[in-house]
C-alpha cells in the first residue's frame, strides 16, 4: 500500500524546536519532490517546504525561511522537517504529500500524487 506516515508533532513553547517526520512505504521517495504543508483551523492550506527529487534542491515559504529546514534521508525512504525557533503562528496540522517536481509558493509543489494523510498536529503555547 503506498502511503505516506507524518509524526514528530507535539507541543513546544515558542522558541522551542520539533522535528517532523514523513516516511514512506509502498514506494521510494528518492524519485519524487516532497512537501510540507500546514493547514490551522479556519485557515487555508498554506505550502511550508519542499525538497526535490534530482538535486535536493529546496524551496521554503517566506514565513517559515531561516527557522525550519527540510531534508531527505534516503536510506530509511524518510523526509525530515527541522522546525527551529518556533512561534505560536506555527501551530497547525502539518501533514507531506509527494509530487513530480517543487514550485515557488503558494503553490509548493507542482502535480500531487497519492492523497493526503492525517498528519501530525504541532501546537506551540507557552
Known amino acids: 500500500q503506498v502511503q505516506l506516515v507524518e509524526s514528530g508533532g507535539g507541543l513546544a513553547q515558542p522558541g522551542g524546536s520539533l522535528r517532523l517526520s514523513c516516511a514512506a512505504s509502498g514506494f521510494t521517495l528518492d524519485s519524487y519532490a516532497i512537501a510540507w504543508f500546514r493547514q490551522a483551523p479556519g485557515k487555508e492550506r498554506e505550502g511550508v517546504s519542499c525538497?526535490?527529487?534530482?538535486?535536493?534542491?529546496?524551496i521554503y515559504a517566506d514565513s517559515v525561511k531561516g527557522r525550519f529546514t527540510i531534508s531527505r534521508d534516503k536510506a530509511k525512504n524518510t523526509v525530515y522537517l527541522q522546525m527551529n525557533s518556533l512561534k505560536p503562528e506555527d501551530t497547525a496540522v502539518y501533514y507531506c504529500?509527494?509530487?513530480?517536481?517543487?514550485?515557488?509558493?503558494?503553490?509548493?509543489?507542482?502535480?500531487?500524487?497519492?492523497?493526503r494523510g492525517q498528519g501530525t498536529q504541532v501546537t506551540v503555547s507557552s
Open positions: 525538497i526535490g527529487s534530482s538535486d535536493d534542491s529546496t
Open positions: 504529500r509527494y509530487g513530480n517536481r517543487c514550485s515557488l509558493p503558494p503553490r509548493t509543489i507542482g502535480l500531487l500524487f497519492g492523497s
